[in-house]
Nanobody, 127 residues
Framework: QVQLVESGGGLVQAGGSLRLSCLAS????????MGWFRQAPGKEREFVAAISWSGSSTAYADSVKGRFTISRDRVQNTVYLRINSLKPEDTAVYYC????????????????????WGQGTQVTVSS
């Protein structure tokens, strides 16, 4: 079992930065691949970024490459999403997810590949 709690969202102006955190608990976190997704009102949940359980591999949606950075801290049991140069279209609820059956270096971009989810944190970007 993995429990996930996101934090760090808020209201920011366009061009600003945020760091989202996802605190995980449960004995399988260290061997779980992790991902961030987001969902804007009236839209499907979409992939943002992923990191392998080894931490050696990362993947990003094309729309966020160069602005978003995913990382993980095994000691703190936390996954981070650093967001720079925020745009109004980044406004969404951001969710952290875990794949507890992941391969060592694999990353996963489909929400169906994740078996644990957090409750989400709201990011609102004003223009």
């Amino acid at each position: 079992q993995v429990q996930l709690v996101e934090s760090g969202g808020g209201l920011v102006q366009a061009g600003g930065s945020l760091r989202l955190s996802c605190l995980a608990s449960g004995r399988t976190f260290s061997s779980s691949a992790m991902g961030w997704f987001r969902q804007a009102p009236g839209k499907e949940r979409e992939f943002v970024a992923a990191i392998s359980w080894s931490g050696s591999s990362t993947a990003y949606a094309d729309s966020v490459k160069g602005r978003f950075t995913i990382s993980r801290d095994r000691v703190q049991n936390t996954v981070y999403l650093r967001i720079n140069s925020l745009k109004p279209e980044d406004t969404a609820v951001y969710y952290c997810a875990a794949n507890s059956r992941a391969g060592f270096v694999n990353t996963y971009s489909s929400p169906h590949q994740y078996d644990y989810w957090g409750q989400g944190t709201q990011v609102t970007v004003s223009s």
